[in-house]
Structure formats: structure tokens, C-alpha cells
């Protein structure tokens, strides 16, 4: 795979980008509706064929991808590319701010799709504060044919991050639980795909059930718990290989895996005689697995902090469900959930200060996020199942799935950490147990 972030320049292109002001402060709080964003097609200086289909077309799919993972947060309104003229090349960096001020927009995105003699692609973005006609973002990718969603998800990242100042986490992916088959009787088969539900890949065959997969910090394993032979057991599935491995010899149940921030640590649940507590082992495999946890409860479902430091788990010692902190270490344990319900399936959030959970009462199952040190609860969706949630790169999106009512389908959907905006990721089949990875290399 040939990929290059970013293009220095472009042929076209004038001097740099002027220093721009943002127009506005991007928020925990911004409302729904966010701020204007026009995305028309990109431009192409000739409308030629190439392995992944005619310039202008692709440059019309930027657009769509740029448009949809803006849309993907609660602070941006995206208008386009549907219904708006394609531009033209001598548009890419002299805008009609007149014609986009009139649509009331508050930026404006403009590129290009071009063709290279040596069979690959150049995508230019550039993005336009509308009111001041002034240039914020230029950026350049030059990929193979078969990576253009990645360079529009890139485009993405790059507006994203200059208007909002957080970090990029559209240029990403997602490992999750493929399902089919009726209620009762589900086939749950290892799968991945990008952010937004495109480049669908299976991993797995579905001869053996599979849950809770999460990707390595370096994108190059999953780990996963297996059903075979009636046990549940923790796996490393390598990408580039298709191998997998044990994580244990244990005879012993084992579930709930999470990678340590540094990869070098694999976190699981281990069941030995009736009582299930917290582990860690080293992920090269080998080795003696540590025991975190001693009480005579369910210890499960630990997650790391950020920094390595600190593990959240939930376990029922109290007499239900609730959510517990404690170093990575197994020391200074203490529980920071006190509300109505159970909680389960903490998941730390990469920026450190939320804690999201699911939350089971009222005969159903939402989910919420808290401080780590329990303050501040607040649930994000109101459906009869949404469980297990998975941040983010950024910590600013949380993915999960839905269970529906009576026919036992499931979704991954997917909110914004306001709660403000919530919608479902399509993929081929039915989907749970979502696990999004870090920003790709």
C-alpha cells in the first residue's frame, strides 16, 4: 500500500494558508444543529477512469465521506454534497464566498481528485472561513486507488480538528461481532471494518462463537473470547498472518479481554472454582498470569486508564452490579457508582475524565458516562438494550449496540458524548459487541 500524509504542495496551489480565526468555540455543550459546513463535489482537472472509478465520481464520494463524518458529532450541520454544483478547478483555491454566504454557511470545503501518470491518486481539502474568505486547512494525500476513503476520512480529520481543536478519530476502525442466524441460535463471527461501516472484512468463520474482540494499540492483533468445546477462552488473532493463539493454557473459563495501553499487558476475567476475579498477563504470551482481584464476588470487565495506571471494572461484591477503580496493580480498590440500578462494561475513555457504563434498570439497559471518580452521571441513550460501550480515539464518540426488542437483531450504533446525536452504523449484517481502535499510522 503506497500512502502519503500530506502533499507539501499542490501544482495549483498558492503560498501557504492564511491565519485564520475560528468563527465560534466548540463545546461539550454545542447544540445540535453546530455549525454550517458546505461541502459541494470536489473538483477534477480531467474526469478520467481509474481502477477505483471516474475522477469526477470519487470526487463526488470525498465529499459524501467528508459530509458524513462531520455529521457523525453533534457540532457540525453539514450541507452537500446532494444538491450542490460540483465546483471547478479554478474554484479549489478562489471560492465564490458571495454564493456560499448565501446559503448561510459558516465554512466552506473545497478539493480535488486527481489522476498521477504512475497510477495513483492525489486528494487535495482545503477548508474556508466564509464570513472572514479566508483559507484554514490545505492538505494533500497521494494514495493507491483502493485508499481514497482513507484520504477523504484524513480530509475529514484534518477540518475537524482545526475547527473544533480536539483531536482526529474519523481515519479509524472498528472490530466487532458479525451476527446471523435466528434468535436462540445466533452465528457470531469476528469482523472489522472502517469507522463509518465501509471496507466490511470477516475474520472468523462462525464455527466457533466470538465476543468481545478489541484491537492491539498497534492495529496488528484482536483479542477476542472464543466458544469452543463449550469453554470460553481468550484469543490473540494475528491480522497479517490469520493465526491465532491462547492467551493462557488455563483449563479455566476465560473472558472479558482489554490491551494495556502500551500493548505489552492483556487484562481478563478468569473463573477458578466458582469465583471469577480480574488478571493480567503479558501479551507476548508465556508467563505466570498475575491475579488483580481476591473477593469471593464476579470481578469482571476491567478497563485500563489512559496512562496505564489505573484499572475500572465492575463486580457485584456489593450484592449487584457496580463499578469499581483500582490500580494496575490490584491495589486501592474502590467502588464509584451509587445510583439506582446496576452498571456494567466500564470502559475508561482515552482523554482520561469520563467513565462510560452501561446502566441496567427500569427494565432497561442505557448507556451512561461518569467521572472516574464516580461524579457526574449522565445517560446518553433511552432504548430498551444499549450495552457495552467502546470510545473514540478522541473520546469524543461512543459506539455500542442495540438489541431489539422481541426479535433478538442487533445494531452498532453510535452517539455523541453530549447525547445529542445518536445514529446506527450500517453494516451487511447484524452487529454487536463493537471495539473502535486507535487512529490508524
Excluded at 231 to 247: E, H, K, M, P
Excluded at 414 to 438: L, N
Aim: aromatic fraction near 10%; glycine fraction near 10%; charge should be neutral.
Amino acid at each position: 500500500m503506497r500512502l502519503s500524509f500530506p502533499v507539501a504542495l499542490f501544482a495549483l496551489a498558492l503560498a501557504g494558508p492564511a491565519a485564520a480565526q475560528i468563527t465560534g468555540t466548540i463545546t461539550d455543550e454545542t447544540p445540535a444543529e453546530g455549525f454550517v459546513v458546505a461541502v459541494p463535489p470536489l473538483a477534477t482537472p480531467a474526469d478520467v477512469a481509474t481502477p477505483a472509478g471516474q475522477t469526477g465520481e470519487l470526487g463526488r464520494k470525498v465529499a459524501e465521506i467528508i459530509s458524513n463524518d462531520l455529521n457523525a458529532t453533534d457540532v457540525f450541520s453539514p450541507k452537500g454534497p446532494a444538491g450542490l454544483r460540483a465546483i471547478a478547478m479554478g474554484e479549489v483555491t478562489a471560492p465564490a464566498f458571495g454564493e456560499w454566504a448565501a446559503m448561510n454557511a459558516e465554512n466552506l470545503v473545497h478539493g480535488f481528485v486527481r489522476n498521477n501518470t504512475d497510477g495513483t491518486l492525489t486528494i487535495g481539502c482545503y477548508l474556508y472561513d466564509v464570513s472572514l474568505k479566508s483559507e484554514m486547512v490545505r492538505q494533500g494525500y497521494v494514495v493507491g486507488p483502493r485508499d481514497w476513503r482513507r484520504a477523504a476520512h484524513k480530509c475529514a480529520d484534518a477540518i475537524y480538528s482545526r475547527l473544533s481543536g480536539e483531536n482526529p478519530f474519523f481515519d479509524s476502525r472498528i472490530a466487532y461481532i458479525a451476527e446471523t442466524g435466528p434468535k436462540g441460535n445466533r452465528v457470531k463471527r469476528l469482523a472489522i471494518m472502517d469507522s463509518d461501516g465501509a471496507n466490511h472484512r470477516f475474520i472468523t468463520n462462525g464455527q466457533a462463537i466470538a465476543l468481545t474482540p478489541r484491537f492491539s494499540p498497534d492495529y496488528k492483533s484482536i483479542v477476542y473470547v472464543s466458544y469452543i468445546e463449550r469453554r470460553a477462552r481468550v484469543y490473540v488473532y494475528d491480522i497479517a498472518s490469520g493465526r491465532q493463539r491462547l492467551v493462557t493454557e488455563s483449563p479455566n473459563q476465560t473472558f472479558s479481554p482489554r490491551w494495556s495501553p502500551n500493548g505489552k499487558t492483556i487484562l481478563y476475567s478468569m473463573s477458578v472454582g466458582g469465583n471469577t476475579d480480574l488478571y493480567s498477563v503479558s501479551a507476548a504470551g508465556g508467563g505466570t498470569p498475575v491475579r488483580l482481584t481476591d473477593s469471593p464476588a464476579i470481578e469482571t470487565g476491567g478497563s485500563y486508564s489512559p496512562d496505564g495506571s489505573k484499572i475500572v471494572f465492575e463486580s457485584d461484591r456489593s450484592g449487584k452490579q457496580q463499578i469499581y477503580v483500582m490500580n494496575a496493580d490490584g491495589t486501592a480498590q474502590q467502588r464509584i457508582s451509587f445510583g439506582n440500578g446496576n452498571y456494567a462494561t466500564p470502559e475508561w475513555s482515552p482523554r482520561g475524565n469520563l467513565v462510560a457504563f452501561t446502566k441496567i434498570g427500569g427494565g432497561a439497559f442505557r448507556i451512561g458516562v461518569m467521572s472516574p471518580s464516580g461524579g457526574g452521571e449522565k445517560l446518553l441513550t433511552n432504548s430498551w438494550q444499549d450495552e457495552a460501550p467502546t470510545w473514540s480515539p478522541n473520546g469524543r464518540v461512543i459506539q455500542f449496540f442495540r438489541t431489539y426488542q422481541g426479535s433478538g437483531k442487533t445494531s452498532v450504533m453510535q452517539v455523541d458524548v453530549t447525547g445529542a446525536k445518536e445514529r446506527r452504523i450500517e453494516t451487511p449484517v447484524d452487529g454487536s459487541d463493537p471495539a473502535w481502535g486507535p487512529l490508524l499510522p
